[in-house]
C-alpha cells in the first residue's frame, strides 16, 4: 500500500495532521466480542479515532447496554434516600443525602455542581440512554428536562415531567441554558458539527458539560488497548485536552473549566480486560464482587489511585464546561480560516 493512501486513512479528523500518527489495533471489551477494530492516534493533538466506523454500529449497543438500564424502585423510602443524596450531589446541601452520597455516589449528578444549575433551565441531555439522569432531575424540581437518544426503543415520559424523545441532535430546535454529554460525545462521527449544533442551541449565557474519557491519561500510558476507556468500537474519538480545545474553538465554543473525575474502575476494568475477562462477565467485578478476582484492598488501593491521578490532571476522564465564544470573535476565528 503506498505510504500517501496509508497516511491518508490516517489524517486526524480534528487537526488534519497527516504524519507519523500511530496505528493501534483494539479489542471489543465490553461483551467479549471477537472482533479487532483499527484505530489511529494523532502524534500532533493526541486524539485517539477509529479508522473505520462498522456499517452495523448499532449491534455493539444491544439491550443491556449500561447507559440503557434504569428502573426505579418501588420502595418509597428507597426512592425518598435516592433524592436527598441528588440533591447532596447537585447542591452540596443535606446531611443525610452526605452519606447516602458516600455509600452509592452519582458522578454524572455530581458534575452539574460546576454549573450551578436552576430548576428553571431548560436542560438538554445528549444521548441520555435509559434517562436515569433525567429521571433523577425531574424528581428534584427541574421541571424543563429534556433528554434525546437516537438508539432507545421508543419516547419516554416520566410521570415528574421530565421527558426522553427518540431523536438526534439535528432534530433538536429551540435555545437551552445546558446542554449536557455524558459521555456520550465519544459515539458521535461527526465531532465539529456535533459542536457546532450545541453552539446554536445554547443560550448567550448556556453551559455545555461534557465528561469523555482522555487519552493524555495513565490509564492509556499503562493499559494501552485494554484501557476499558478505549471501548472499541463505540468509541469513535477519545479525546486529548488539546485535541477537545481545538474541536471547541472551531465550533464557535470556549473551554471554561476542566475537572478531572475517574474512578477506580479505570483500573480494576483494565485489570480484568488484561486477564481476559470482559466487562459484563460472571466474575467481572461490575456483575459480581464476590466472584471477582479483586480483593476489598486493592479496590480501595485503586480508588486512591484514582484521586491521585485526577489531582496530577492524569485521570482517564474529565468533565469539561463550555460556553459560547464572544460573536466578533469567532467570526474574526472563521475569516481568518476562510483566507
Known amino acids: 500500500m503506498p505510504v ?9 479528523k480534528v487537526c488534519f495532521n497527516t504524519q507519523g500518527n500511530i496505528p493501534h489495533l483494539a479489542k471489543e471489551l465490553l461483551y467479549g466480542i471477537d472482533e479487532v477494530f483499527s484505530y489511529y492516534e494523532c502524534v500532533n493533538c493526541g486524539c485517539i479515532q477509529i479508522r473505520e466506523i462498522p456499517e452495523l454500529i448499532e449491534k455493539y449497543y444491544p439491550s443491556d447496554y449500561h447507559c440503557y438500564m434504569h428502573k426505579n424502585s418501588n420502595n418509597p423510602l428507597i426512592n425518598y434516600c435516592r ?24 458522578e454524572a449528578l455530581n458534575s452539574l455542581k460546576y454549573v450551578s444549575p436552576q430548576k428553571s433551565w ?6 441520555c440512554g435509559g434517562g436515569a439522569l433525567i429521571n433523577f ?3 428534584m424540581g427541574f421541571n424543563n428536562t429534556i433528554g434525546i437518544d437516537p438508539f432507545i426503543g421508543e419516547n419516554v415520559f416520566f410521570n415528574n415531567g421530565a421527558k426522553i424523545f427518540k431523536k438526534y441532535l439535528y432534530e433538536v430546535e429551540g435555545k437551552w441554558d445546558l446542554i449536557m454529554l455524558h459521555h456520550s460525545l465519544e459515539h458521535f462521527p461527526d465531532q465539529k458539527e456535533t459542536l457546532i449544533k450545541i453552539s446554536e442551541l445554547l443560550n448567550e449565557n448556556g453551559n455545555c458539560l461534557i465528561r469523555i474519557p482522555i487519552s493524555t491519561s495513565f ?3 499503562h493499559y494501552g488497548t485494554n484501557w476499558i476507556g478505549f471501548d472499541a468500537p463505540r468509541h469513535l474519538f477519545i479525546h486529548s485536552i488539546k485535541s ?10 470556549l473551554i471554561k473549566k476542566i475537572v478531572f473525575d475517574s474512578s477506580e474502575m479505570q483500573f480494576w476494568a483494565s485489570e480484568q480486560s488484561l486477564r481476559g475477562i470482559h466487562f459484563y462477565a460472571s466474575n467481572s467485578y461490575y456483575i459480581n ?3 471477582s478476582i479483586f480483593s476489598r484492598m486493592e479496590i480501595k488501593k485503586y480508588r486512591k489511585m484514582a484521586q491521585k491521578f485526577n489531582l496530577e490532571n492524569r485521570g ?5 464546561i463550555l460556553q459560547k465564544q464572544n460573536l466578533d470573535k469567532y467570526k474574526c476565528i472563521l475569516n481568518q480560516k476562510l483566507l
Open 316 to 320: 482517564d476522564q474529565a468533565i469539561f
Open 122 to 127: 431548560r436542560i438538554l441531555d445528549v444521548g
Open 244 to 253: 477537545l480545545s481545538l474541536l471547541a474553538e472551531k465550533s464557535g465554543l
Open 219 to 221: 490509564a492509556w500510558e
Open 4 to 12: 500517501e493512501f496509508q497516511e491518508e486513512k490516517m489524517k486526524c
Open 137 to 139: 432531575l425531574g424528581e
Open 83 to 106: 433524592v436527598l443524596r441528588n440533591r447532596y450531589a447537585v447542591f452540596g446541601r443535606n446531611l443525610l443525602g452526605k452519606i447516602f452520597y458516600q455509600f452509592k455516589p452519582q
Open 289 to 291: 464482587k464476590k466472584n
